[in-house]
Structure formats: C-alpha cells, structure tokens
C-alpha cells in the first residue's frame, strides 16, 4: 500500500465521524463506486466525465484532513447534480456552500485565512437561483481561488436553461458572459 493510498483510506474512514454530510458522501461514493485518486492540477479537486474524483496533492497532503475532506464533500455533490447543472455558476455556488458549511461544522471557521472567511462568508449569503448573485459570486470565487480558476467560462445557468431563456426573448446580459 502506497503512501497516497494509506491517507485516502484513513480520509474515507474519517468521513462518517463527521456529521450527516460526511455520512452522505461516504455512501455516495460507494454507492457511485468512485475512484479517487491523488493528481496534480490546477484546483484542489474536481470530478471526472468518468464519475470520479482527483484531489490535487498541493492542496491536500500535508494539511488538516478537514479541508481535504470538504473538498471530497464538494466533488461528492457535483457527482450527485451532473455534468448539465455543474458545469454552471449556479452548480458551483451549491457546492461552494455545502463545502464551507461542512468545513465550518468541522472547525468552526470557513478558513484559517482570516481574508478568506470574508469572501466565503459573502458566498454563503448568495442565492443559486438569482443571476445577480451568481454574478457576484463568480467573481468572488476568482479572487478567492485566483485568475485560473475559469468560473468565468461557465455560464450563470445550466447551458439548457439558458438557451430556454434567450429563446424566449430574456437574453442574458453582456455583463453576463
């Protein structure tokens, strides 16, 4: 047993001392028979097409097990709402929330970065529903995370969703894109 697969099962089996949400996502990640790996990128973590989840080692070895495992919490949920809603501000925003949530439940804080809890603080009031709000909260989601995290490329809304309103004359706005 590698080194890396040591700490990914000592993570998994910390999951269901966690609370509801660690529970939640342990049993969907056996039920959805996830492979998680450990792999260099540019995020701290992020699903696959193929149903998978990869935890950048930067971001994770070496750290409190708490923040790695919001990061599972977070990639779980993503799973759970599928490539059409994750791939949206709207999708990214839901999994932001039930991240520093869990992480908050944790801890007691959203980060140990003072400057950090202001932002996730203002994301945690933001609705998933309203476009002025995913608005702002791709952009705070940029300054938290830095100019690489392309939340930018995303749009607001589930692409369907946003075709169904342009179609109907409700055209998002320049500032939109």
Do not use: C
Request: hydrophobic share 40%; proline share 4%.
């Amino acid at each position: 047993m590698t080194r890396e697969s040591s700490w990914l099962d000592g993570l998994l089996a910390r999951l269901p001392s966690t609370g509801e949400a660690g529970e939640a996502a342990l049993r969907a990640l056996r039920e959805r028979r996830v492979r998680i790996r450990v792999r260099r990128q540019s995020s701290g973590a992020r699903w696959t097409l193929f149903g998978n989840i990869e935890l950048n080692p930067m971001y994770v070895e070496g750290r409190e097990d708490a923040y790695a495992l919001s990061l599972l919490v977070h990639e779980v949920h993503h799973l759970k709402q599928g490539w059409h809603l994750a791939l949206s501000v709207q999708g990214e925003l839901e999994a932001w929330q039930i991240q520093f949530a869990y992480l908050k439940s944790l801890t007691g804080a959203y980060s140990s970065h003072p400057q950090h809890n202001a932002v996730i603080a203002e994301l945690m009031s933001l609705s998933p529903s309203d476009r002025g709000h995913l608005r702002r909260a791709r952009a705070l989601m940029q300054q938290f995370a830095g100019k690489k995290y392309r939340i930018d490329l995303l749009p607001l809304f589930p692409l369907a969703a946003e075709i169904r309103n342009w179609a109907k004359g409700k055209a998002p706005t320049t500032d939109d894109k």
